[in-house]
């Protein structure tokens, strides 16, 4: 927003959670009432991790009546919320996208853009994977762990880890040549049925849509819109401009429901599992946690001071709503609407630049997921007495950098994967049963990173690119006057 002298004012660092707190009719000018977004979902996610952690204590994991009650209760509201997020994002990653290619409309401008997303990814990942390969040999956390417990934990997670290898040896018979694997996996042959998450050559379906595929196209619709008079184009831009505006808003009422959906959330876990899986597994759990947090305090934190040139503490504070929704959902995906609105809204990232980068993002960087997969290939082969070599271990640290783009932004989508490197590495896939009762606690934590890098990369590509970070934006095609600039998100309520 410009004073009267014109000058720009600085965003609010908190301008997404402010106008979350109002009726959100962006024709009225009401002020924020109550607390901040944010800080109610600090209070749900404290809610549901103690109200969980004393009905483990007192009436323990398997007490008939705390399952009732999750399965009944906690279990829906936290499943409404998660399914409301991801009801959103096929329209939201197409619109965006679209509009965000159209906005930038030179394919030259376009391919620099991705080629500086992609080289930021592929380093960042590779420096996730080292971190946690160098932690996992310091520690040697698999030779820690008790044989009774290894043994207790295969039993009581053996039939889900089963379920798990046989799905991952079928889709491993059913591969396809490398090249034919890579075409397949990223161009569509039906664009809706992606959207729609159909199993190609099957009638199952899964509720993921097929993120790589949807983008896919979506990028060639927006390149072949820079390629046509734009005449021809501004109907159809406006149609998924108001789509786009249309999905946002949309994320603004879900989120009014986020901070007790975040107290199921964590209820859920922690009322399940409570401490005991966590001090069972501790010296592997320590391990991931502490690779995580070098890399997210660490490696962002320098990441963002010289590359986008914002202070640390500024930028983790902008975006305290998006790494509490990654961690209450685990999934990447649910979490990319609130991410988009965030980064626009808090740190002054172009919707053409943000809708690029966060989108392809969600599926192609993920790098908590890349450090967690080199930490557990390696602690459950020291588990199993395999020493792996100098060239194995690049080897694990290439296939957890491609895992990390490949894997599904959902919850425990690293899974599949990590059981196909330990068959690779002659190492008993039916040992993932030993991290199942964890994995979910740990994949909260994975995604918040994975979230906070797209975040980062959003801000390094702005910044390359001459935009000026924490000041509001024009959004490209509104400046080009195809669309109209509807009423400015980035007001500061006086």
Same mark, same amino acid.
């Given at each position: 927003?410009?004073?009267?002298?014109?000058?720009?004012?600085?965003?609010?660092?908190?301008?997404?959670?402010?106008?979350?707190?109002?009726?959100?009719?962006?024709?009225?000018?009401?002020?924020?009432?109550? =607390?901040?977004?944010?800080?109610? !979902?600090?209070?749900?996610?404290?809610?549901?991790? *103690? &109200? $969980? %952690? +004393?009905?483990?204590?007192?009436?323990?994991?398997?007490?008939?009546?705390?399952?009732?009650?999750?399965?009944?209760?906690?279990?829906?509201?936290?499943?409404?919320?998660?399914?409301?997020?991801?009801?959103?994002?096929?329209?939201?990653?197409?619109?965006?996208?679209?509009?965000?290619?159209?906005?930038?409309?030179?394919?030259?401008?376009?391919?620099?853009?991705?080629?500086?997303?992609?080289?930021?990814?592929?380093?960042?990942?590779?420096?996730?994977?080292?971190?946690?390969?160098?932690?996992?040999?310091?520690?040697?956390?698999?030779?820690?762990?008790?044989?009774?417990?290894?043994?207790?934990?295969?039993?009581?997670?053996?039939?889900?880890?089963?379920?798990?290898?046989?799905?991952?040896?079928?889709?491993?018979?059913?591969?396809?040549?490398?090249? =034919?694997?890579?075409?397949?996996? !990223?161009?569509?042959?039906?664009?809706?049925?992606? *959207? &729609? $998450? %159909? +199993?190609?050559?099957?009638?199952?379906?899964?509720?993921?849509?097929?993120?790589?595929?949807?983008?896919?196209?979506?990028?060639?619709?927006?390149?072949?819109?820079?390629?046509?008079?734009?005449?021809?184009?501004?109907?159809?831009?406006?149609?998924?401009?108001?789509?786009?505006?249309?999905?946002?808003?949309?994320?603004?009422?879900?989120?009014?429901?986020?901070?007790?959906?975040?107290?199921?959330?964590?209820?859920?876990?922690?009322?399940?599992?409570?401490?005991?899986?966590?001090?069972?597994?501790?010296?592997?759990?320590?391990?991931?946690?502490?690779?995580?947090?070098?890399?997210?305090?660490?490696?962002?934190?320098?990441?963002?001071?010289?590359?986008?040139?914002?202070?640390?503490?500024?930028?983790?504070?902008?975006?305290?709503?998006?790494?509490?929704?990654?961690?209450?959902?685990?999934?990447?995906?649910?979490?990319?609407?609130?991410?988009?609105?965030?980064?626009?809204?808090?740190?002054?990232?172009?919707?053409?630049?943000?809708?690029?980068?966060?989108?392809?993002?969600?599926?192609?960087?993920?790098?908590?997921?890349?450090?967690?997969?080199?930490?557990?290939?390696?602690?459950?082969?020291?588990?199993?007495?395999?020493?792996?070599?100098?060239?194995?271990?690049?080897?694990?640290?290439?296939?957890?950098?491609?895992?990390?783009?490949?894997?599904?932004?959902?919850?425990?989508?690293?899974?599949?994967?990590?059981?196909?490197?330990?068959?690779?590495?002659?190492?008993?896939?039916?040992?993932?049963?030993?991290?199942?009762?964890?994995?979910?606690?740990?994949?909260?934590?994975?995604?918040?990173?994975?979230?906070?890098?797209?975040?980062?990369?959003?801000?390094?590509?702005?910044?390359?690119?001459?935009?000026?970070?924490?000041?509001?934006?024009?959004?490209?095609?509104?400046?080009?006057?195809?669309?109209?600039?509807?009423?400015?998100?980035?007001?500061?309520?006086?």
């Amino acid at each position: 927003m410009a004073d009267k002298d014109g000058t720009q004012r600085p965003l609010e660092a908190d301008a997404y959670e402010r106008e979350a707190t109002t009726d959100l009719k962006d024709t009225t000018p009401d002020r924020p009432k109550g =607390m901040p977004l944010h800080t109610r !979902i600090l209070i749900g996610l404290g809610v549901g991790v *103690a &109200a $969980g %952690l +004393v009905v483990n204590y007192v009436f323990g994991d398997s007490h008939p009546g705390v399952e009732r009650f999750v399965t009944n209760f906690t279990e829906p509201i936290g499943a409404l919320f998660l399914r409301l997020l991801l009801m959103i994002v096929v329209p939201l990653v197409f619109s965006s996208l679209v509009v965000g290619v159209a906005g930038i409309g030179d394919i030259r401008k376009l391919g620099r853009v991705g080629l500086k997303s992609f080289a930021y990814c592929l380093i960042i990942s590779a420096i996730s994977v080292v971190i946690g390969l160098t932690l996992a040999n310091t520690i040697q956390p698999g030779r820690r762990i008790d044989p009774a417990t290894s043994q207790a934990l295969q039993q009581r997670y053996g039939e889900a880890a089963s379920k798990q290898v046989g799905a991952a040896k079928t889709a491993a018979a059913n591969q396809d040549t490398p090249l =034919m694997s890579v075409v397949k996996t !990223i161009v569509p042959a039906n664009p809706l049925a992606a *959207a &729609a $998450g %159909l +199993v190609t050559g099957a009638t199952a379906q899964n509720d993921t849509p097929n993120m790589l595929h949807l983008m896919f196209f979506a990028l060639m619709v927006g390149v072949a819109i820079t390629l046509l008079p734009i005449e021809v184009t501004a109907p159809l831009l406006r149609g998924f401009e108001g789509l786009y505006e249309v999905t946002a808003k949309i994320i603004d009422l879900v989120m009014k429901f986020a901070p007790y959906a975040v107290a199921c959330l964590l209820f859920n876990n922690t009322a399940r599992f409570g401490l005991d899986l966590l001090q069972a597994l501790g010296w592997f759990v320590v391990t991931v946690l502490l690779g995580l947090s070098l890399h997210m305090f660490g490696v962002y934190s320098l990441s963002v001071y010289f590359l986008s040139r914002i202070a640390p503490l500024t930028f983790f504070r902008r975006i305290r709503t998006v790494i509490l929704t990654a961690f209450s959902t685990s999934s990447s995906n649910a979490t990319l609407p609130t991410a988009l609105r965030v980064s626009e809204e808090n740190l002054g990232v172009p919707q053409e630049i943000n809708s690029f980068v966060l989108t392809v993002g969600a599926t192609a960087n993920q790098n908590g997921t890349a450090l967690y997969e080199g930490v557990t290939v390696l602690f459950l082969a020291q588990l199993a007495g395999v020493e792996l070599s100098l060239g194995q271990q690049l080897m694990v640290v290439y296939l957890a950098i491609l895992g990390g783009i490949g894997t599904a932004g959902v919850p425990s989508g690293s899974i599949p994967f990590i059981i196909g490197v330990l068959a690779s590495i002659g190492v008993n896939p039916a040992l993932i049963a030993i991290i199942l009762g964890v994995d979910r606690i740990l994949d909260m934590c994975r995604t918040t990173l994975n979230v906070a890098g797209d975040i980062t990369a959003a801000t390094y590509v702005a910044r390359s690119e001459g935009y000026e970070l924490l000041k509001p934006h024009v959004p490209a095609l509104a400046a080009a006057g195809i669309v109209k600039a509807g009423p400015s998100s980035h007001d500061v309520l006086d």
